[in-house]
């Protein structure tokens, strides 16, 4: 608590320079420039020095060509040219796309669905509740080593059980069949993210005023045009922002990927993340490492600009 | 009337799918840490277990690092909470309520740093860690994870601070408070719902973070659970019994915690940039 012993008028009013400087300080910096800046210390130390000043310094980084334990050199922007030239880099970018698009898009539908399932009724609802929300409770890397027993080849549930049922007749390699690896970790994600879904949707179909239904019922509705003209609609403002906040956080994210695949069978599952990863601590290439996810950040910073622009909106 | 029970019928269908989809994998967890080897890597996955073994409960305690790894990730997660309560509360005091040059900057800093994605702080974090000499310590990690902490934490409070009647602060100020005394024996008491969701949220991020435990802490003594983890894993072997035995016990806090505090869980969700 760094606050805890600073003196009581120091905190209050700026220390007495006398009246006309204190005013002209104050007209500078703000009426309680010195309260302002002593409670809003600890906070900047904290976004200067380890957010923004790391978030530079791997730009620079990206542009030398630091090793761990080597001292790097100022390369200019050879790192990204480096990149944008393998073909490995087509397929990571693809794979990144497909990734986190697909494990929205997927989100966004199950999600809805469980939230006007749920919002519908069926006691007890807040138990029902509670367990769709398990998954997304436990910390991903748990989640995805769970899955990956399930998944397992010869010993997994998932195989073994469809083979006694005799839905199928030989075993399913589900991470290793490079036709299936995507689509098993793309279930994971939406596995372990789709509960944010829900409880945003529950949370936005609750604010729906009922007349509005009531209305529709009396010109003849049915459910599935109730849905589209009236809960969809009203629901725009919740859906954009879950989803933009999915989108950066699914993308940005390679725990499920690490753990399910590293990135194989021959980089089919391989996710910018993943990359970055792999070339600063598995290859100790730190500045190879911080130029892939800076390659993808002009998209994400769109999304970024956007998603301020909304939640500064209420101010 | 036949149309609605079709209707019952569909919505019961999606729900039981929806809900086995979401809890079978804590069951499997559970089941797995309480079969034996055989039964394990046997060719029948009984989904009801037919053999009953603590041997990997037992190993998990005697033969991994998972207690030490349990009580670091307790420190970490109770020290980020504790640290990011307080700087979130001066700063959104400072923010929603004094009047200061660069109140503005701070306030969209916020955002910003919290949607700087850990994939590209993780390197040049781990570069400072390396220069202070933090990695393989507690303390790195807390440090680490109060930049997510403290933007969550700042811009859920400034927001809650804002719905606080400014005239009861004013009366503590004209009673001789200053502006500490004034926040913490007048604003945090009425901002309580908004300090349980900044804690609940604190300590389960912190707990759950993986990426950073794993790039800066290698010593599997400073590790917590998460990273601690991958280690159950060697060489493409895995000792399953004891993975899942570790990882029931990992995802007990945060369930435990989500679970009690459901009603708070919401409005945390999205930085309460969607109101209920």
Not at chain 1, 70 to 76: C, K, L, N, S
Not at chain 1, 230 to 245: A, E, F, K, N, R
Not at chain 2, 32 to 41: L, V
């Amino acid at each position: 608590m760094p606050m805890a012993d600073s003196s009581s008028s120091g905190v209050l009013t700026a220390v007495d320079l006398g009246g006309s400087r204190r005013q002209g300080v104050a007209r500078l910096l703000g009426r309680d420039w010195a309260g302002g800046f002593l409670f809003s210390l600890p906070m900047l130390i904290v976004l200067f020095g380890f957010v923004a000043y790391p978030f530079f310094s791997a730009i620079w980084l990206s542009m030398t060509n630091k090793m761990i334990g080597t001292e790097g050199v100022f390369v200019g922007l050879a790192n990204y040219q480096k990149l944008l030239a393998s073909t490995d880099f087509r397929q990571i970018a693809l794979n990144s796309g497909v990734y986190t698009f697909g494990s929205v898009a997927v989100k966004l539908v199950v999600g809805m669905t469980a939230a006007v399932v749920l919002h519908e009724g069926l006691r007890p609802r807040n138990l029902w509740r509670m367990l769709l929300f398990l998954p997304w409770s436990i910390p991903v890397v748990i989640g995805a080593y769970t899955w990956r027993w399930i998944y397992d080849d010869l010993s997994g549930v998932l195989s073994q059980t469809l083979i006694q049922t005799g839905l199928v007749d030989h075993y399913i390699y589900w991470l290793a069949n490079k036709a299936l690896t995507m689509g098993s970790i793309i279930a994971v994600v939406v596995w372990q993210g789709t509960p944010f879904y829900i409880m945003n949707f529950l949370a936005g179909l609750a604010a729906i005023p009922q007349e509005l239904y009531e209305a529709a019922e009396v010109d003849g509705a049915g459910a599935i045009r109730k849905f589209f003209d009236i809960t969809l609609p009203s629901m725009v403002p919740v859906i954009i922002i879950v989803t933009l906040l999915s989108t950066i956080w699914t993308s940005n994210n390679m725990q499920i990927v690490f753990v399910l695949t590293h990135g194989g069978p021959q980089g089919v599952s391989e996710i910018y993340p993943f990359t970055s990863f792999k070339y600063a601590i598995e290859l100790k290439q730190l500045a190879m490492g911080a130029a892939v996810p800076l390659m993808f950040f002009p998209f994400m910073a769109v999304i970024i600009y956007f998603l301020t622009r909304r939640m500064l909106q209420e101010d | 009337m036949r149309r609605s029970r079709r209707k019952t019928v569909i919505t019961i269908l999606v729900m039981a799918g929806l809900l086995l989809w979401a809890v079978f994998p804590f069951y499997w967890m559970l089941v797995t840490s309480i079969k034996t080897n055989d039964e394990i890597y046997g060719p029948v996955a009984a989904i009801i277990p037919t053999t009953f073994t603590t041997q990997h409960w037992r190993e998990l305690f005697t033969r991994t690092a998972f207690v030490v790894q349990f009580r670091n990730s307790l420190i970490i997660s109770g020290s980020t909470t504790l640290l990011s309560m307080a700087i979130g509360s001066l700063g959104a005091y400072a923010v929603a309520r004094l009047q200061f040059a660069g109140r503005t900057i701070a306030a969209r800093s916020l955002i910003y740093s919290y949607l700087v994605p850990p994939a590209v702080l993780f390197i040049p974090l781990f570069q400072l860690m390396s220069s202070l000499g933090l990695l393989n310590s507690l303390q790195g990690l807390i440090i680490s994870y109060l930049t997510f902490t403290v933007p969550f934490c700042t811009w859920l409070l400034v927001g809650y601070f804002k719905t606080v009647p400014v005239e009861l602060e004013e009366a503590a100020l004209v009673d001789g408070c200053n502006r500490l005394t004034t926040l913490v024996r007048i604003t945090l008491p009425l901002s309580a719902p908004a300090l349980v969701v900044v804690a609940l949220f604190s300590f389960t991020l912190s707990w759950n973070e993986f990426l950073y435990a794993l790039v800066f802490n290698q010593d599997a003594n400073t590790r917590p659970v998460t990273a601690g983890l991958t280690a159950m894993a060697v060489e493409d072997v895995f000792f399953w019994g004891r993975m899942m035995a570790a990882a029931a016990l990992g995802s007990l806090p945060p369930i435990i915690l989500y679970t009690a505090a459901q009603r708070y869980v919401v409005r945390g969700l999205t930085l309460g940039a969607v109101k209920g």
